[in-house]
């Protein structure tokens, strides 16, 4: 019995003392990944407006083919529009800005021609201008490069709204010319022709943004611009059918410098 007395204490020495060297140890790290602080980047957030200009290539081939007769040489295929677009970010929508913004441009080619009127040489000026007008609000998405602290975002939008197209031909002799004569409504020399038609603009576009700083935005990219072009008028409320295909569809590169807030 004593044995077994001895035994037993000596037992629960050994455990006791075990047990409190597992109380004086510290606790193991265990951190799993979803515990680890995330990099503190600020959510994306951005309002501001600026000045864009854009390079388009539509196809005036078939306004060529009617002006190229009359002495006039053909349209530049490099149309340039500028304007100015603005925009903000939704506060309760992550990476979404909505916007607007109104273009314009217009292409114009000029030719003095040596023609026969009424059996008689005569110096002409002729000129053909196209011209396109539109704008339209915009939704776009932005994916922000967090590496870059935000500096630099990748923009994908779109563009929805209304526009004019036009195209004027004109002639005049190179005589001087009085207030009292500019109208003369029994002149065949001097006139001027125009069509013009409405047409749904929609513009799928995709941008780099860099902010240089905190208050000022640099942008390049590329889109495409569409045309959805209606009933055509001439002399401004007449309306003409048989008119050619003439549009604005053209691919288009674009850049802007915009001010506000970009972080």
Request: with cysteine; net charge negative.
């Amino acid at each position: 019995m004593s044995r077994f007395l001895i035994v037993s204490c000596f037992v629960m020495l050994l455990v006791g003392s075990s047990f409190a060297q597992d109380k004086k140890q510290p606790p193991k790290d265990d951190f799993e990944l979803q515990e680890m602080p995330d990099d503190d980047v600020h959510p994306y957030f951005a309002v501001g407006g600026g000045f864009t200009a854009a390079l388009q290539m539509p196809d005036f081939g078939n306004i060529n083919s009617m002006i190229e007769p009359l002495g006039i040489g053909a349209l530049d295929k490099n149309l340039v529009s500028t304007g100015g677009m603005g925009f903000v970010s939704l506060p309760f929508v992550n990476h979404l800005r909505i916007g607007g913004g109104g273009f314009s441009a217009k292409s114009t080619q000029c030719q003095n021609v040596i023609d026969t009127i009424n059996g008689t040489l005569t110096s002409l000026k002729r000129t053909a201008e196209f011209s396109l007008n539109y704008g339209g609000l915009t939704v776009e998405y932005v994916v922000p490069l967090t590496f870059t602290q935000n500096k630099v975002v990748i923009v994908g939008g779109l563009m929805l709204g209304l526009g004019t197209i036009g195209l004027e031909l004109d002639q005049t002799t190179n005589d001087p010319r009085t207030y009292d004569n500019f109208y003369d409504p029994s002149s065949t020399l001097n006139f001027v022709r125009q069509i013009h038609a409405s047409y749904i603009a929609y513009q799928p576009y995709v941008n780099i943004e860099y902010s240089v700083f905190p208050f000022l935005m640099i942008r390049a990219g590329v889109g495409y611009n569409g045309t959805a072009v209606g009933t055509w008028y001439v002399d401004r409320t007449i309306n003409i059918s048989g008119v050619p295909s003439i549009t604005g569809n053209s691919i288009s590169f674009n850049g802007g410098v915009f001010l506000g807030i970009f972080r």
